[in-house]
């Protein structure tokens, strides 16, 4: 290994002498290699050459392979990520370091499940640290777990307290919940101590957007757009779709949202989100279930797109598919998007009692049928006798 590092310039010996530890700590609890500086690709390239030299040699050296995952991480490279530290924790599964990792991968893959799973069990290893509370608020706040996510985000600050991400984490899960006042405290704090203004104002419009304070909304809206040095994003103009079905202009909404719907700058999930709502409430029931589908091929059991399929359902008089839907959503945890969860079994509860009161009628009519269908009977007199 010597000879190999003279023949290294000064910027290679640096980062060869950083690799050179992932031998001698590989059984260390504590890691003491220093975060990976940000160089240009050629950098990230030449790394993984010489990390995969270490793993050439030493096929169980874990550090190695765990080295391995946070330089294909930085280059966005997740699935080979994810395989890394695979191996690193098939070698090592009592390492809170090589878990974190796991999580930072499967979270930047959209697997919020996995990536909680894997912080959860970073944390219980003694891994605690701003970056895992930071996974974990999001993962929960992307899987609707909202308390979850201002706990989590609470224990990120409680370490981080002028770490504007946190307060972002913490205003959006409170945005969800729709704390208002306290959502938008957060926010602007996050903002004041640097955050992106972009992040903020986003979340503030979309917050009073659902709770249907228009006016807050548009003025957050305009301090967006009159910090932007160039044309309004998509991302504004799917907000400037939403403000506009909420006040009546669903044409001026729906041209909008189909000149975004196919752009990768915007959630996919959300805009069919939006189209969903917009068609049912313009009692276009086909076009609402079709939204709600494709909403569910983005979030699988997603309650707000079954709700919506029971509804279309229960207005076709289709009672028992309804019901399904209906019992569906009951089936999944009560406590993930709780608030649609209670609606579901109050309205499953009604139709039920409707689709008795229905047949109860039904069986009424059917017998008042059967009596007007009877000839009446002659009565016999004793002279007939």
């Known amino acids: 290994m010597i000879s190999f590092l003279q023949q290294l310039s000064i910027k290679q010996v640096l980062f060869t002498f950083i690799i050179g530890s992932l031998v001698s700590c ?27 030299e270490l793993i050439s040699e030493d096929p169980d050296n874990a550090e190695a392979h765990y080295r391995k995952a946070e330089l294909l991480l930085e280059q966005n490279k997740t699935n080979n990520a994810l395989a890394s530290i695979r191996r690193a924790l ?7 370091v090589y878990h974190l990792t796991s999580a930072k991968a499967h979270l930047q893959k959209g697997q919020n499940r996995e990536a909680f799973k894997e912080a959860k069990e970073s944390l219980q290893l003694g891994g605690a640290s701003v970056e895992l509370y930071e996974i974990l608020a999001e993962a929960s706040l992307n899987s609707n777990y909202y308390t ?9 600050l409680s370490r981080a307290p002028k770490n504007p991400y946190n307060y972002l984490m913490k205003g959006k899960a409170l945005a969800a919940v729709k704390d208002t006042t306290t959502a938008e405290a ?14 903020s104002y986003e979340v503030l419009v979309d917050m009073y957007m659902n709770t249907e304070n228009y006016q807050k909304a548009r003025m957050y809206m305009d ?5 932007q040095k160039q044309k309004a994003s998509d991302r504004m ?14 044409d001026s909404a729906a041209a909008i949202l189909y000149k975004i719907k196919d752009n990768g700058e915007v959630d996919q999930f959300s805009v069919h989100k939006e189209l969903m709502n917009m068609y049912y409430s313009k009692n276009r029931y086909d076009s609402a279930q079709l939204y709600a589908q494709q909403m569910l091929t983005y979030r699988p059991g997603d309650k707000e797109a079954l709700i919506t399929e029971a509804r279309v359902y229960d207005k076709r008089s289709s009672y028992q598919q309804a019901i399904n839907k209906y019992e569906e959503i009951l089936a999944k945890d009560s406590l993930q998007q709780e608030a649609i969860h209670k609606i579901a079994a109050e309205e499953l509860d009604y139709l039920r009692r409707k689709v008795a009161y229905l047949w109860q009628r039904k069986q009424e009519q059917e017998f008042d049928k059967m009596k007007k269908g009877l000839a009446p009977l ?6 007939e006798q």
């Open 26 to 52: 590989a059984q260390q609890e504590q890691h003491q290699i220093p975060e990976l500086p940000d160089f240009d690709p050629s950098y990230y390239d030449y790394s993984l050459t010489v990390v995969d």
């Open 237 to 250: 103009l799917f907000q400037q779709a939403q403000i506009l079905r909420r006040v009546g202009d669903t």
């Open 148 to 156: 979850d996510a201002l706990l989590y985000s609470d224990s990120a």
């Open 90 to 96: 098939e070698l090592d599964e009592e390492d809170p």
């Open 378 to 383: 002659k009565p016999i007199t004793p002279e």
């Open 186 to 199: 957060q926010l602007l704090k996050g903002l004041a101590l640097g955050g992106r203004a972009t992040d």
């Open 223 to 227: 301090k967006n757009l009159a910090q």
